[in-house]
Structures are given as structure tokens and as C-alpha cells.
């Protein structure tokens, strides 16, 4: 079992920036990738930022040049520093870890709870 959880939300001017974080853990796994989604209400969840585990990143057009993804060097933590937040950004952040067992080599998503990001004047 891997357990997810975000952290880092809040309420910010336009313009502004927050970071976000998130931390895998659990036994017997290792990662393959983790990523940043959102969604906001009356809308579907949509991807925002990945990186792999070869440190490969990648963006949701919206947020390419403002959003940026990193990780720890122990790779179960990343961040999403976002930067010139839009009202337009205003979501539920989710964090997603896939991973594959070490013991079965099964590959499992998990997900976080959420955090809320709010930009408003």
C-alpha cells in the first residue's frame, strides 16, 4: 500500500505564487512517475504536470512557463512550484503516484486527497 498526501494549498492574489508537495510512502515500491492534476467545479480532472523517473517533465499547455515540477533526490517527494497564478487556476490540486511493486511487479496508481488552490482578488 502507497500512501499519497498533498500539502501547500491556499488562497493567493493573481499573480501570485504557491508550491505545492507531495509525498509517497510506503514499502516495496518503486516510482515511475508522479503528477500534478486538478480540476475545478463543474469541470473534469485534468493533467497539469508529470515528471518520470528519469526526470523527464512534462506540462499542460496552460501552465507551461509558469508551473514547474520537481523532485527530492530520494524521488518520493515532488513539488509544483506555481508562479503568475490566474484566477483560471483555481482548483483542487491532486497528486498522483504510479509505482510498481518490487514484490509483484504490479503497476498501481494512487492518488492524494487534494488540496485547494484558490487565486482571487
Known amino acids: 500500500q502507497v500512501h499519497v498526501v498533498e500539502s501547500g494549498g491556499g488562497l493567493v492574489q493573481p499573480g501570485g505564487s504557491l508550491r505545492l508537495s507531495c509525498a509517497a510512502s510506503?514499502?516495496?515500491?518503486?516510482?515511475?512517475?508522479m503528477g500534478w492534476y486538478r480540476q475545478a467545479p463543474g469541470k473534469q480532472r485534468e493533467s497539469v504536470a508529470s515528471i518520470l523517473s528519469n526526470g523527464n517533465a512534462n506540462y499542460a499547455d496552460s501552465v507551461r512557463g509558469r508551473f514547474t515540477i520537481s523532485r527530492d533526490n530520494g524521488e518520493s517527494t515532488v513539488y509544483l512550484q506555481m508562479n503568475t497564478l490566474e484566477p483560471e487556476d483555481t482548483a483542487v490540486y491532486y497528486c498522483?503516484?504510479?509505482?510498481?511493486?518490487?514484490?509483484?511487479?504490479?503497476?498501481?496508481?494512487?492518488w492524494g486527497q487534494g488540496t485547494q488552490v484558490t487565486v482571487s482578488s
Open positions: 510506503g514499502s516495496t515500491f518503486s516510482i515511475l512517475s
Open positions: 498522483n503516484a504510479a509505482v510498481r511493486s518490487t514484490v509483484s511487479g504490479r503497476i498501481n496508481t494512487y
